[in-house]
């Protein structure tokens, strides 16, 4: 079973020197220092599908830089570049996901998700104030009331209703035609994972639930930092009312139904979601089963 | 088994009405109204230990009201009231947790969550512009750039690190002497649970863990608004080495002490941590293994 998507980075965050501003000024000198290189937001691309990795003296000086973290030694940073409020994924992102090592999606989503925080908080909620970087780019601090801002994740649950070895997917409207998933949501102020799972499917699909088992989770770097929490609820009820503000469409499907989507079978009922999102990972845990 | 703390609320989101703001007036006129009593950021607690819910009538009118949630057709709302930056957490609200029924204290942590958040976010991150309350008081806009902010959670994952039946505690120098809990810590932008629960075990406490496996969640209301995820890690090493700018100590225990400290024994090894925290639902899901 592969990993989920964007796990597995290998390096080291190293939480200590970012909070520890002459080590970090010292790997800002470190000749072997490598930068993420981007074209935009989108990751450089090798000829190989990997990333490509510049050297220190081929970044503009104007650019601030985060401290990524460690890797045999040699830091790793990612440019603060202005995010020009383009569609939050673009389709060369989506191509390059295609090919780039688990490993290196992993680097590429961190630095994306600190790229997109730190453009969408240059001033500070608190005061207005502006803010500056510091923790080697792992925080924000205001200039007026000295308030500490770092870097915001959104938990988000997405979960696959099941009942009678059935399971509860759906679709939304902007999706390629023939494509679903599983549901999924934010979670919300004074909700458990299990709460938010429940109240989500009730929402979008009208559907009551009972028990809630987590499976696994992953982050998610597009339209800011997410967390995806994966998980697999027990229907109490099978009729099917949707918010067709949110959903298009939406089925149960059995075992056989997922198996062909995930191996995009010619008689395939639906379109899977790609191998990096989690729901793919979800329906092959749930098959799996 | 209890369930863990904050969750329970028997409050209807009604997500549908937050977006209609016409349906929201309705609600705000609704003459069985009930608006949550606070004494500060605290609540207020009747002399039979329960939350107090004042009339419509009863609010300054100065007040921004955020809707709960509807129970029993009654539309139950908290006003944003001003935070005044004292400590996270007072004596006052330690003690009204000792005696509020599970489901009230949900209401007040969703609610404390919103207020703090409010208060955090007058402003906006994007452009400094002031921010209005919208969506029911689950938002709030941009009079200058118009983007639109929704409440924050940060997730942070809370484990034991278990090794031949043993769980790794922690305790902090701020905390009262004797008390040990699970380690905790923020989930960074760009990790999986699993992969910062131990990278958390290992910045804390230098023990290497290998397989994650999740016990259960609760949102944790004081400092912002938080997702407790609670796991256990299958320790790969035994030997701590502290990180002491986060603990002051760290040891192994067994069941048995875990049992003592659960039932505050007199020979106990270590005061465990409150029912409403989630390490307690942790440490006896453990011992119940």
């Known amino acids: 079973m592969p990993n989920p998507g964007f796990t597995g980075s290998p390096l080291n965050r190293v939480d200590h020197i970012r909070q520890d501003l002459e080590a970090f000024n010292r790997l800002l000198n470190d000749w072997r220092g490598r930068v993420l290189g981007l074209d935009g937001l989108d990751p450089m691309v090798s000829a190989e599908g990997t990333l490509v990795w510049q050297g220190m003296a081929d970044v503009s000086l104007d650019l601030e830089l985060i401290l990524l973290g460690l890797h045999e030694d040699k830091p790793h940073f990612v440019p603060i570049v202005e995010a020009k409020g383009g569609p939050p994924r673009s389709p060369a992102v989506w191509l390059a996901l295609a090919t780039l090592p688990a490993e290196e999606a992993a680097i590429y989503g961190t630095a994306r998700s600190l790229i997109d925080w730190h453009n ?5 909620g608190q005061c207005g104030g502006e803010t500056k970087t510091f923790r080697a780019g792992w925080g924000r ?37 023939g494509n679903y998933s599983a549901l999924a949501g934010f979670l919300e102020p004074g909700e458990s994972v299990e709460e938010a799972v429940r109240r989500e499917i009730h929402e979008e699909a009208g559907i009551t639930c009972g028990a809630v088992r987590y499976v696994t989770s992953q982050p998610w770097p597009f339209g800011g930092s997410q967390l995806m929490i994966a998980c697999i609820a027990e229907a109490t009820s099978t009729d099917i009312v949707m918010d067709t503000n949110e959903l298009e469409d939406a089925m149960w499907i059995t075992k056989d139904d997922a198996r062909a989507a995930l191996a995009d079978a010619p008689d395939k009922k639906f379109g899977a979601p790609p191998p990096f999102a989690i729901a793919n990972t979800l329906l092959r845990r749930w098959v799996a089963e």
């Open 141 to 177: 601090k205001c200039g007026s009331c000295n308030k500490e801002h770092f870097p915001r994740t959104d938990p988000v649950v997405i979960m696959l209703a099941e009942h009678e070895g059935k399971a509860l997917v759906g679709r939304q409207a902007a999706w390629p035609k």
């Open 120 to 124: 969408g908080h240059r001033f500070c």
